[in-house]
């Protein structure tokens, strides 16, 4: 829970509550994902992840 | 007041110890597990520091992460927004790893922190710094100047990819920065990429590649793919490139620009193309980087000029920013790349958090000369050799020096261990290999059967500092090899017609000044100078040979194949003394010769780590 909260003090801090619902639907997205793989692999060109 | 610095999860995992603002320890996670470029959480590396510290995590004031996950999320979320739907094929593959994992850094730190330490306060003692604030922390309070202009430029961070701060006294302060995607390092990692090299490991290849090449494609990649401003400012037409929407670097546009597709490196064979592309970025990158030297020196009237970041790395570039003379002095952090940011983050935290005093002794850097990892006594080292079967002689300090410098005169490869490890990506004396300058083969025999890695890829020189313009087009401090210049023209051969259209080690081969083996096809070096005062017995031992030969130069390269960490205890040492065709390893004053050693120790060790 510690961890909403603070993603919440972070959208506040930054102005950035339109990323909420972008957040909330790439988080059941990626859950998706998540949910529909075996693995998570870091892909090679971390750098920009 | 103790500060631990991490840097993990992306690359290069290290940590960093500051005590009172003075760094005192420092080390990478690869060269204890011995995994190159090792991202996960730096557990050893933490541990050394402590020990160093002569204390346990209950003895650290605040523990500080080199930068934000939250911000770098944010700018994720924000380029996928950006470029929907292109960006699905990344989108799938990066969500899950943040998902499970990156979101949830803080969280994973803590629990980490809390079971080396159960009292340890999460929410009151573990910090986060931005991550292009720590590098331009790492460049500027190490740094030997009360005031500089600290210019900080790298692939990327959370959203930054170029900052510029002004630095007085204990005090920092990011005035200006370039946003992703527009990067200098994405740009390098995008040709590193598109000449069949391994991004985030490869860009220092490309460096080496570029003097066989001729700039041919700079006006091409001026005035398509980037803009370059007067004051060195830029912007990347993002057409060109899929780091923000796909798994490569670059697109089907650049690809049509320069009318081929990448270089796949284990089947296309390196050609004149790829070493004038690399010539080419390396030109654009260079200026870029005077562009943006002379701009801020204008701008802000301060003689000093601070470096950190990958990009602080081309040390090709760096040498060109400090004969541009647009700045009176240069200082690069050794450990420029993310490592370095285990070190900018608590340093950052000692003296802009904490508001901790900063000495700074003008002239002398606070690294210590990067000699900041483990260090291993000589009784130790006897026993940890005998336990691994090795047979050796143990000298006097005298004796040792005479012995080495007598071998590498006699054209010998050496395994150097001594004292402390080295922090940063470079060998400077610490775990270094070593052999004779002057010996036209010398090259080859480490190349081919020593390091085992490219051809084309040249050696560096160290130098005692009060040589250096002697040899060198260079009378400035270069403690680091983060700075290149040429051999003196008194001390170059010129190539003939047929000897300059040879490639690799054919052309490298070609005995072009009296120190061949460290002189590039360009005549250029990428110089280490030493002091006594840093590294005396490093000193001593250039002393010697120089006694011995008339040459105050040796080859230094580090003291590893490729593929491998830096070796980091004697039993690493003597595993990579024994895999290898070194002659002689000296190791405090324990001197091993190859023909003593018990042939059985050996093992293949040239496939034993994946190439890099």
């Known amino acids: 829970m510690s961890f909403l909260g603070e993603l919440w003090d972070f959208l506040k801090e930054r102005k950035k509550f339109w990323l909420l619902p972008i957040i909330v639907m790439m988080v059941l997205f990626g859950g998706l994902l998540v949910l529909s793989q075996g693995s998570a692999v870091a892909p090679f060109i971390y750098t920009v992840f | 007041m103790r500060i631990l610095g991490l840097s993990a999860f992306y690359h290069d995992s290290a940590a960093a110890l500051v005590e009172d603002g003075v760094v005192t320890a420092a080390a990478q996670e690869e060269r204890f597990t ?236 390196l050609e004149p193309f790829h070493m004038d592309m690399a010539a080419s970025v390396q030109a654009v990158t260079e200026e870029a980087m005077l562009r943006l030297a002379r701009a801020l020196a204008a701008e802000y009237g301060i003689p000093n000029l601070c470096l950190a970041g990958g990009v602080a790395l081309n040390c090709v570039g760096n040498g060109r920013v400090l004969r541009d003379g647009a700045f009176e002095n240069l200082w690069i952090q050794p450990a420029a790349g993310d490592a370095g940011g285990a070190l900018g983050a608590a340093l950052a935290a000692a003296h802009l958090h904490l508001e901790t005093p900063r000495r700074v002794t003008p002239g002398k850097d606070a690294m210590r000369g990067s000699y900041l990892g483990p260090a291993f006594g000589q009784t130790d080292i006897e026993a940890r050799l005998t336990a691994a079967g090795a047979r050796f002689r143990v000298l006097d300090e005298t004796a040792t020096i005479d012995a080495t410098a007598r071998a590498l005169a006699d054209g010998k490869a050496v395994g150097w261990m001594q004292g402390r490890m080295e922090f940063g990506p470079r060998a400077l004396g610490g775990r270094s290999i070593l052999g004779d300058p002057r010996s036209p083969t010398m090259q080859k025999t480490l190349n081919l059967k020593v390091k085992y890695r490219e051809s084309f890829r040249p050696f560096a020189p160290s130098v005692r500092r009060e040589d250096v313009a002697e040899w060198f087009e260079l009378d400035a401090d270069s403690p680091y090899m983060l700075l290149v210049a040429g051999v003196r023209a008194e001390r170059r051969r010129e190539m003939t017609p047929e000897e300059e259209a040879l490639f690799g080690i054919d052309k490298l081969n070609v005995p072009r000044s009296d120190i061949p083996a460290v002189t590039h096809v360009d005549y250029s070096a990428r110089i280490q100078t030493v002091r006594a005062d840093t590294h005396p017995r490093y000193h001593a031992l250039l002393t010697r040979f120089k006694e011995l030969t008339g040459c105050p130069v040796l080859v230094n390269t580090s003291f590893n194949v490729r593929g491998e960490p830096i070796v980091c205890t004697p039993e690493d040492a003597f595993r990579c003394f024994m895999g290898t065709e070194l002659d002689m390893l000296v190791a405090g004053d324990c001197l091993l010769l190859k023909e003593d050693q018990d042939p059985a120790l050996g093992r293949d060790y040239k496939s034993a780590f994946a190439l890099d």
Request: hydrophobic content about 40%.
């Open chain 2, 34 to 269: 011995r995994r190159k470029h090792d991202s996960g959480f730096p557990i050893h590396a933490i541990e050394y520091c402590l020990e160093a510290a002569g204390t346990d995590l209950g003895g650290i004031d605040h523990v500080v992460f080199y930068d934000k996950p939250f911000l770098k999320f944010e700018r994720l979320l924000e380029t996928y927004l950006a470029f929907a739907p292109r960006g699905f094929a990344s989108f799938r593959v990066a969500m899950p790893v943040w998902l499970r994992e990156k979101l949830f850094q803080k969280d994973l730190l803590g629990k980490k922190l809390v079971a080396l330490a159960p009292d340890f306060d999460v929410k009151g003692q573990l910090l986060f710094a931005e991550h292009h604030l720590s590098h331009a922390a790492s460049a500027f309070f190490p740094s030997p100047f009360e005031e500089a202009v600290v210019l900080t430029m790298d692939g990327v961070g959370e959203w930054t990819t170029t900052s510029v701060a002004i630095g007085r006294g204990k005090d920092l302060e990011v005035v200006k920065e370039i946003h992703f995607p527009h990067s200098l390092g994405l740009l390098y990692s995008a040709i590193t990429y598109y000449t069949g090299f391994r991004v985030n490991s490869g860009e220092y290849k490309v460096m080496g590649l570029a003097p066989y090449g001729e700039p041919k494609y700079a006006r091409t990649l001026l005035d398509n793919v980037i803009d370059l401003k007067p004051d060195g400012s830029f912007r990347l037409d993002q057409a060109y490139f899929e780091y923000c929407t796909g798994l490569r670097m670059t697109s089907r546009k650049f690809h049509d620009l320069f009318g081929r597709p990448p270089r796949r490196p284990d089947r296309d064979p």
